[in-house]
């Protein structure tokens, strides 16, 4: 019979009561509305981190995980700005991450062949929720944009998120083609 043992953690209360207001608290301290650009930013990540877990429950794929991870990462960055008090201990993208991403765009690139058009979402159920994390990272990508344009962000963040698009993007063919569903191409003279 198993009997689980205690673990030694770090308790951290999830009812804290102290965004009944509507405003919440940055990793510096600082307080500010739930509806600001940054909270709305960690809000899509956290919503894109969620939908790959789905992905994850029904397809397993190694890259996801380390994406999943590296989404936190992204969080703490866009709830951190640059040179705060807390700067030192602050997780942040780095051009390791953006390299990462840009390797496995390059293998996914050579494996699918070449690209000569428009694709319509859709092909496998796990190709196409794969194209929805797609449009998740590019929404993320977007309101990382409108932070950008109120204080200064970390040099890699938009750039790694871009990538991090196109790598979805090359993973829902990828799946698709592996799962025997062909491509649609899109057609504009209709």
Do not use: W
């Not at 307080?31 to 992905?55: Q, Y």
């Not at 991403?101 to 293998?107: G, M, S, T, V, Y």
């Amino acid at each position: 019979m198993f009997v689980a043992q205690p673990v030694a953690v770090h308790n951290m209360s999830i009812s804290t009561k102290n965004g009944d207001n509507g405003n919440t608290s940055l990793f510096d301290g600082t307080r500010i509305g739930k509806n600001s650009t940054t909270i709305d930013a960690i809000g899509i990540s956290d919503e894109l981190n969620a939908f790959i877990g789905l992905i994850q429950s029904r397809k397993y794929f190694d890259d996801f995980e380390k994406i999943q991870n590296e989404l936190f990462v992204v969080g703490a960055d866009i709830a951190t700005p640059i040179g705060t008090a807390h700067e030192s201990r602050t997780k942040r993208i780095q051009e390791r991450h953006l390299e990462r991403i840009e390797i496995l765009c390059k293998f996914l690139e050579a494996d699918i062949g070449p690209i000569n058009s428009f694709v319509m979402p859709g092909g496998s159920e796990i190709g196409s929720m794969i194209h929805m994390s797609r449009t998740l990272s590019r929404k993320l990508e977007r309101s990382v944009v409108k932070i950008a344009q109120e204080r200064e962000i970390n040099k890699f963040l938009l750039k790694y998120l871009n990538r991090l698009s196109d790598y979805f993007y090359l993973a829902a063919l990828k799946e698709n083609k592996e799962s025997g569903v062909g491509e649609k191409k899109v057609y504009f003279d209709i």
